[in-house]
């Protein structure tokens, strides 16, 4: 069964830095995008970072400068890297896969459990 496991979360204060990462597990023929999502108490989830297959990433506008996604095809994992962290960053992340399992079935959207990342102030 494929999987996304999540890792990295925790408290930090103001200014800090993190890093997420998800791992990928069982087996898969193709990883399309990837990406990370956040949800704050209260609000939407709303995408943070999405990086595709090909490299080209986008970002929130809100963490345009501070967050950077990347992959690593080899070990079918992607990382958030986020620097000077603020207060409204708290929120629970989530990563998330557009994979195909099967060559011969369509590619759906895979989700982590998410991982809690607080920022105080």
């Known amino acids: 069964q494929v999987q996304l496991v999540e890792s990295g979360g925790g408290l930090v204060q103001a200014g800090g830095s993190l890093r997420l990462s998800c791992a990928t597990s069982?087996?898969?023929?193709?990883?399309?995008?990837m990406g990370w999502y956040r949800q704050a108490p209260g609000k939407q989830r709303e995408l943070v970072a999405r990086?595709?297959?090909?490299?080209?990433?986008n970002y929130a506008d809100s963490v345009k400068g501070r967050f950077t996604i990347s992959r690593d095809d080899a070990k079918n994992t992607v990382y958030l890297q986020m620097n000077s962290l603020k207060p409204e960053d708290t929120a629970v992340y989530y990563c998330?896969?557009?994979?195909?399992?099967?060559?011969?079935?369509?590619?759906?959207?895979?989700w982590g459990q998410g991982t809690q990342v607080t920022v105080s102030s």
């Open positions: 998330n896969a557009d994979m195909r399992v099967k060559y011969y079935t369509g590619s759906r959207d895979y």
């Open positions: 069982g087996s898969i023929f193709r990883i399309n995008a």
């Open positions: 990086i595709t297959s090909g490299g080209s990433t």
